[in-house]
């Protein structure tokens, strides 16, 4: 069997936004994963970011502390998840597996990929339009998902307004209103704001 780890040359992230590194591989039978390591190079320095072995796993760059993980329980794939880009994180990073076989010798693989982060243009938040007037009975639930494309990360806040006067009264934070027992007083309008930097 020929364990060999498959991901691409080059990807491409964004400011802000989260990117997967992939590496991944077929389980052949007689060759156990013992450890599996990212590490990054940049300005000609290398340093491992990751690495996961009997122990657990490790993220050994502070910088990339609560940003990157790699999925459990999901054999053969060792894809790099980093969250909340940085403009720094851009390098080559360098996937390396290494395998136990059977009869005790250690076989290893490795894979470099080139991340570029890119700063996108920054767009502000556009929203959806949803329906307009929505007919339901008492005592049923229901919510209102607001949805707005443009730069993330998007915040989203939802009003109740009153007319005549025109007043607005918060309701909440967070993409979705949601009733679980509606009353006939919960009629009314609704609308959404979503917010970006």
Known sequence: ALLDL????????????????????VPAE????????????RDSSTSTVFRRDDSGD???????RGRV????????????????????DSGHY????????????LVTRKMTTTVKVVK???????????????TLPAGASTS?????SGSPPISYRWFRSFAPAGRAVPLGSGAE????RLRPSDSGTYFCEAQNR
Do not use: D
């Open 144 to 148: 209102l998902t607001c949805q707005a």
């Open 94 to 105: 360098t996937c390396q597996v290494v395998w136990r076989t059977t009869n005790n010798s």
């Open 69 to 88: 993980s790699v999925p459990k329980n999901s054999p053969g794939n060792a894809s790099l998840l980093i969250e909340n880009l940085e403009m720094p």
């Open 177 to 180: 209103l949601a009733w679980a």
């Open 6 to 25: 498959s991901g691409v040359h080059e990807i491409t992230g964004t400011w802000m936004g989260s990117t997967t590194v992939p590496c991944t591989y």
């Open 58 to 64: 490790h993220i050994l760059l502070s910088k990339f």
């Open 120 to 134: 996108v243009p920054a767009t502000k938040p556009i929203i959806r339009a949803g329906a307009l007037g929505l």
């Open 30 to 41: 007689g060759f156990a994963q013992q450890t599996l390591s990212w590490r990054v190079e």
